[in-house]
DNA sequence: AGACTTTTAAATGTCTGACAAATGAAAATC
DNA sequence: GATTTTCATTTGTCAGACATTTAAAAGTCT
């Protein structure tokens, strides 16, 4: 792990890698303290502005936490769902905003996905879950909801019927693909029509999760994806029949 | 984005945060320059080190780049494919590994998630697709393989069954799931009969995949998650079963 | 004039040395 | 024995300096 050659790349990225490397392998585990900066610089046979420059960029990544004071110094972090889940909001999103992905292509992972748990989340749902998503349901219907606001709560409604399935590491991975499509729902102004159609289309899929009925959930979630898209289009159509919109 | 109280976290976390907030919301855009690290400490009123030290965070979630000498600089970085893959590989294989989830509960988020791409894959499949998995179950087969190159072959033969979908952000997303659940499969010994069965799975599952028949895909998937999850009982049992293994 | 070479200024990468602030352990005191 | 003080350690931040890279600008030659 202290392999660290002259080769053109930045000292600081060598470094973060080679202790990254020693984290994913195992060698570092939850709780490990790093040496300390002066201790690593000398390992390394760099500065000590270098070494913080690498241990920057762990901490980026929340692979450690550092403490000030005696017996203070880097440690291993244990990586929270909330962190992971974080970073993969920041990444999907920047993904999907950078890339020109097409609305359609987003669309059609979003939901591909969240049908993946739609049977599990038949079986387990709590009443919990059940009363999160009655109580976006009736947020939706508010007069007066602002197109941000709705689709905020869009997303929590299905956030809950993705955590309905009782599993933590399908809610991380679906969480962040589900929230990253925000800010391309955020592009769609909702009719009051389109928006009773939608809020019927959840209230079937909360109907058939309080009935555990799996397939119900997956052919409300079909016709949904085929709405939000249609929808989708018929924007889209519109704001490129007008003219440049000053 | 100018804004830096005097509050208690790093300085140079708050400008990391200050810059990314300005990138995820658009304000700064793919290819822009940030200001000089001189021009930015002066902005913020700190010095370069500490300037520096936001940048390398940035750097290390690959939303920036930099480029030395004159007219270099910092620039926003188009998020590629291949950057927020690597970096959800490294997140959810952390994850998993840190937070003693069980077997099952990855397995069973792994496999619903690989069934949600079943039916795109068989209606998008293309023969490249179709080699690849072959090609994998051939090296499956393989007399004297290591559980290590056997493990990363069913890796890629799966791989291959994402990328069949067509839809790359449902590719991304899902990849990053399969990967990271390597490790874990790593733990696994396969004996000879279990690779037999598996490989018979995989065939199955590039049959339907030829075949375009999506219910066959999930219905071997399913025989392949309750068979996967079953060796992996038993050979846990039977570690358990043994006393400390030196 | 045009193509090639040299210069130069701007920027990041790195180092040295220093001080401030936090923090827990050990020593001192009551 | 309990409380307070001291103190060493470590991270956070700063200032200034030099090395290296890089592309534009200036200069030179054909």
Redesign the interface.
């Known amino acids: 792990m202290k392999i660290d050659p002259d080769n053109p790349a930045d000292l600081?990225?060598q470094i973060?890698t080679a202790i990254?490397d020693a984290?994913?392998s195992?060698a570092l585990i939850?709780g490990d303290r790093l040496p300390s900066e002066a201790e690593l610089a000398e390992q390394f046979a760099v500065s000590r502005?270098t070494v913080?420059?690498?241990l920057?960029?762990?901490?980026?990544?929340s692979?450690i936490r550092t403490q000030r004071g005696a017996f203070g110094g880097a440690f291993i972090n244990?990586?929270?769902?909330a962190d992971?889940h974080a970073?993969?909001i920041?990444?999907?999103?920047?993904?999907?905003?950078?890339?020109d992905?097409s609305f359609d292509?987003?669309c059609?992972?979003?939901f591909?996905?969240e049908?993946?748990?739609a049977l599990?989340a038949a079986a387990r749902r709590s009443p919990d879950h059940l009363a999160t998503m009655r109580a976006e349901i009736t947020r939706q219907a508010q007069p007066g909801l602002s197109d941000e606001s709705f689709c905020a709560s869009d997303v929590a409604f299905h956030r809950a019927l993705v955590d309905a399935?009782g599993?933590?590491?399908?809610s991380?991975?679906l969480a962040?693909?589900v929230e990253a499509m925000q800010p391309l729902m955020n592009m769609i102004t909702f009719s009051a029509r389109s928006r009773d159609a939608i809020i019927a289309l959840h209230a079937r899929i909360a109907d058939a999760t309080e009935g555990r009925d799996g397939d119900q959930i997956i052919a409300a979630l079909e016709e949904l994806e085929r709405y939000t898209r249609q929808l989708a289009q018929s924007v889209f159509n519109a704001r490129a029949a007008r003219p440049q919109p000053a």
């Not at 920057?56 to 990544?61: D, F, I, P, S, T």
């Not at 244990?78 to 769902?81: P, T």
């Not at 920041?90 to 890339?99: K, R």
């Open positions: 600081s990225a973060a990254r984290i994913v195992g939850v502005p913080r420059e690498a920057k960029r762990l901490a980026a990544q692979l244990r990586l929270s769902y992971a970073q993969q920041t990444t999907s999103t920047l993904l999907l905003g950078m890339n992905i292509t987003a059609e992972a979003r591909a996905m049908r993946a748990c599990l399935a599993n933590p590491v399908l991380y991975q962040g693909a």
